[in-house]
């Protein structure tokens, strides 16, 4: 049986949100990059406004990374973030479904 504490630990040493949004916005660069078709911009309608978001909240979790960090700062920081919709919160700003027809054989 695993241990939940030392498991929530290792999510928090490892920076798993920091990781997860950094991995947003090298998606949503690589989409503005010119490596994808224009068409798919239109499935991301504020792209730039996502993609100015996660870069306002960079420093943020680069304050959290010290361990130094007083825990009332670590708290106040932790709480902006929160106040700072977190991704997946708000579904519109989400790509349209895209449903796909099967080919039957």
């Known amino acids: 049986m695993f241990d939940q504490y030392a498991l929530l630990q290792y999510v928090k040493q490892q920076q798993f949100s920091h990781q997860v949004s ?3 916005l090298d998606v949503f660069k ?3 990059g010119g490596s ?3 068409k798919m911009l239109t499935y ?3 792209l730039d ?3 100015e978001a996660i870069e306002q909240r960079a420093p943020m979790f680069e304050q959290l990374k010290n361990e130094d960090l007083p825990e009332e700062e670590r708290t106040r920081l932790i709480t902006q973030l929160k106040s700072q919709q977190p991704p997946y919160v ?3 700003h989400e790509p349209a479904q895209i ?3 099967k080919k039957n054989h």
């Open 22 to 24: 950094q991995a947003r």
């Open 90 to 92: 708000n579904f519109d």
């Open 44 to 46: 991301f309608p504020d």
């Open 49 to 51: 406004q996502q993609i």
């Open 30 to 32: 690589a989409l503005k």
């Open 36 to 38: 994808f078709s224009p």
């Open 99 to 101: 449903s796909q027809v």
